[in-house]
């Protein structure tokens, strides 16, 4: 019987995560370099999103935009993301992140370096597997330095 991780919030299992992981990349780039094991296990943390989204739009009951903006609320748990909606109708979701724990938390484990793929690069596999009509673009975030970050979710035809 799997454990009901809805109790945990998302920043939580990003930390925990991060402490199990961590120590295991940073042995493994020191073994290989840095390029051979983040290759490796970035598919791996896109394929957990992936299976998250669609997980998802099960929980939700349904794989719109309008109940992935309903689902938003798991990620901004616990003060988690500041978020500033620009524009949220049926077929778009854009807002922006202007403060991140997740950033601030990666920092605090001195892993920012690590944040970006722990993190960020769900981003896009997470909306795929929930709905793979909808389009993720970000050009900057918070982790990799920006001021804030920039979603835009586009439901295509």
Known sequence: MAADLSKVSI????????RILSPVLKAFIKEYGEERPLKI?????????????????????????????????????????QIEILEQHQKRFIFKVLRCRYAEMYKELGIPEFGHLLSCSRDAALIAGMNPNIKFTRTQTIMQGAPFCDFC???QD
């Open 11 to 18: 920043l939580a299992r990003r930390e925990i995560e991060a």
């Open 41 to 81: 296990v970035e598919p791996i943390i896109q394929s957990l999103a992936r299976e998250a989204g669609a997980q998802l739009a099960q929980f939700l009951g349904e794989n719109t935009l309008e109940a992935f903006a309903r689902g938003l609320s798991l990620w901004t748990r616990e003060d988690a993301l």
């Open 153 to 155: 979710y586009e439901l």
